[in-house]
């Protein structure tokens, strides 16, 4: 029997027990959707982190305080903090002149009042060089200035989800906000950069408010420390991309002596823009593997089903298997034919599988919870475990059925 006529064959068995042959897939169906769809998100989470990453600054290099402990954690073992000064050292061009501008920042959490209105932001202090360190813009008013730096002005910069969140259509420039039941003047509305995370960690940037560091320093929290002001995090821009490599060799050496560094490792972290997406990456491409084989499980599960029905069919088909090796049917003929019937189930299920698993990765984007990417490695995939899965579990069925004698199978009632 050639293989056309056994996939017919396996097409006509399967029609005739509907019920039967449905359940058995529905294993392989959930399996192959669960494979598609856990992945699209894995990868839709990458190709935003790898969006959100590029859109935060150009020639950027990230400085953290403590030193990496774990890349696929992006933990940092506490130690000495960064310092204002430590940021003040690194602008100037006689200590780093391959560095462009300089962007400490100070983050914290606080309660935003306004009207009836009450919110739990990330309030960040930054300076006047965050719009050309970070690659953002203002939308309406105007951003911190150095001015407001240097008094603690209580101004305050929305992010646009935020400015939505208080105000509505209503402009919010102008008007008076309670940041931790301080007062602040709001006088500008950054542009959205959408997405799900910003780089501090607190959630989309659009929900983002800035005030002067100083501000956020001693007015909203308390930043002091024995060595100075401490900030969360500094920005830096290389002066150009061929400078990073440089820029972040002149940081290390600054930041050293500042901390009076010999012989110890560094207690903080350079990171460039590359270095980060590389660490993301390597995160997300964890997360995705992990979601994977969770789904696959489900596929696991399907193959039982289809060696549980075969097994089945062997047994109820025992006398067409006497009868057609009586008229010279061969061992592998009987092999075929039945491994034949494992795949096809298994390809059919898997096809449907792959249709629900992309509806479901439609649906989620529709929906807006989550960004997917199905990407044809992962239907590849899916369908390649699909057709594994079929084989596999195939091989036993169709062996104890290629194996029957048949003289015994023309007696079996």
Avoid: W
Wanted: charged content about 15%; proline content about 3%; overall charge negative.
């Amino acid at each position: 029997m050639n293989i056309s006529e056994s996939i017919r064959v396996a097409l006509r068995g399967l029609s005739a027990n509907k019920l039967r042959s449905g359940l058995t897939m529905l294993g392989i169906i959930i399996g192959v959707a669960a494979v598609i769809a856990l992945l699209s998100i894995g990868e839709g989470a990458q190709a935003e982190i790898t969006s959100q990453v590029q859109g935060i600054g150009s020639n950027l290099i990230l400085i953290f305080p403590g030193a990496l402990t774990s890349r696929a954690s992006m933990m940092t073992r506490p130690t000495t903090p960064l310092t204002l000064e430590d940021a003040q050292a690194l602008a100037d061009p006689l200590n780093c002149p391959s560095v462009g501008a300089v962007s400490p920042e100070y983050t914290g959490q606080a309660t935003v009042v306004y009207g009836g209105e009450t919110l739990l932001n990330q309030i960040v202090g930054a300076t006047a060089d965050y719009p050309i360190v970070r690659n953002a813009t203002v939308a309406e008013g105007r951003f911190l200035e150095l001015g407001d730096d240097l008094v603690k002005a209580r101004v305050a910069v929305l992010g646009s989800q935020t400015a939505t969140d208080l105000f509505g259509e209503q402009s919010p420039v102008d008007q008076s906000i309670k940041i931790n039941r301080i007062p602040f003047r709001v006088i500008g509305v950054m542009e959205s950069k959408g997405g799900g995370g910003g780089m501090g960690g607190g959630g989309s940037e659009d929900t983002y408010i800035y005030v002067p560091i100083s501000t956020a320093q001693t007015r909203l929290f308390n930043a002091r420390t024995s060595s100075g002001m401490r900030v969360s995090t500094i920005y830096v821009m290389a002066v150009d991309e061929d400078s990073i490599d440089q820029a972040m060799s002149e940081i290390t050496a600054v930041l050293r002596q500042r901390h009076k560094i010999q012989y110890q490792e560094d207690d903080f972290t350079v990171l460039s823009q590359k270095d980060l997406l590389s660490v993301l990456d390597e995160i997300t491409n964890i997360l995705t593997i992990f979601l994977g084989a969770i789904a696959a499980i489900s596929l696991l599960v399907g193959g039982i089903g289809i060696m549980n029905i075969m097994l089945v069919s062997v047994t109820e088909r025992t006398r067409e298997i006497g009868i057609r090796k009586a008229v010279g049917a061969k061992r592998r003929d009987i092999l075929s034919q039945f491994l034949i019937e494992a795949v096809v189930l298994s390809l059919i299920g898997g096809a449907l599988g792959i249709a629900l698993g992309m509806s479901f990765a439609l649906a989620v984007n529709l929906s807006g919870a989550f960004t997917t990417v199905v990407s044809m490695e992962s239907v590849l995939l899916a369908v390649s475990f699909s057709l594994a899965v079929g084989l596999f579990f195939g091989i036993y069925p169709a062996t104890r059925a290629a194996s029957l004698n048949p003289i015994d199978a023309l007696r079996y009632e």
